[in-house]
C-alpha cells in the first residue's frame, strides 16, 4: 500500500485508513461518472483535474496517471475513461 503524509498523520489506525479509502474509491467514482458525462472541454477538464487532486491527495500514483491523461484528452475519450476507470478498479 501507499504511504503518504496523510497515512503518517492518522498514525496506526487500520479502521481509519479504509474508511478513508473507501471515501477516495466512491468519490473518484463520482468523478469518473462525471468525466465520462461531460461533452464539452470545460465540464471534461473539471472533472479531470478535480479527479487528479483527488488522487494526489490521497498519493494514488495511478489514478493520478490516468486523470493526468483525461486532462490531456479529448471529451468522451475512450482510453482515458478506461484507464480512469481500471485505475479506481485497483483502488479496491
Known amino acids: 500500500r501507499r504511504a503518504t503524509s496523510l497515512q503518517m498523520a492518522l498514525g496506526h489506525d487500520p479502521a481509519l485508513m479504509e474508511e478513508l ?13 462525471l468525466l465520462a458525462r ?6 471534461w477538464l473539471s472533472a479531470a483535474e478535480r ?3 483527488l488522487a494526489a491527495s490521497f498519493g ?3 489514478l493520478m496517471g490516468a486523470a493526468r ?9 475512450p482510453v ?8 479506481i ?4
Open 69 to 77: 491523461l483525461a486532462c490531456d484528452s479529448a471529451p468522451g475519450d
Open 60 to 62: 494514488a500514483r495511478k
Open 80 to 87: 482515458a475513461i478506461r484507464a480512469v476507470t481500471k485505475a
Open 21 to 33: 479509502n473507501q471515501a477516495l474509491a466512491d468519490n473518484a467514482r463520482v468523478l469518473a461518472d
Open 51 to 53: 479527479l487528479s487532486g
Open 38 to 43: 461531460a461533452r464539452c472541454d470545460a465540464n
Open 89 to 92: 478498479a485497483g483502488l479496491d
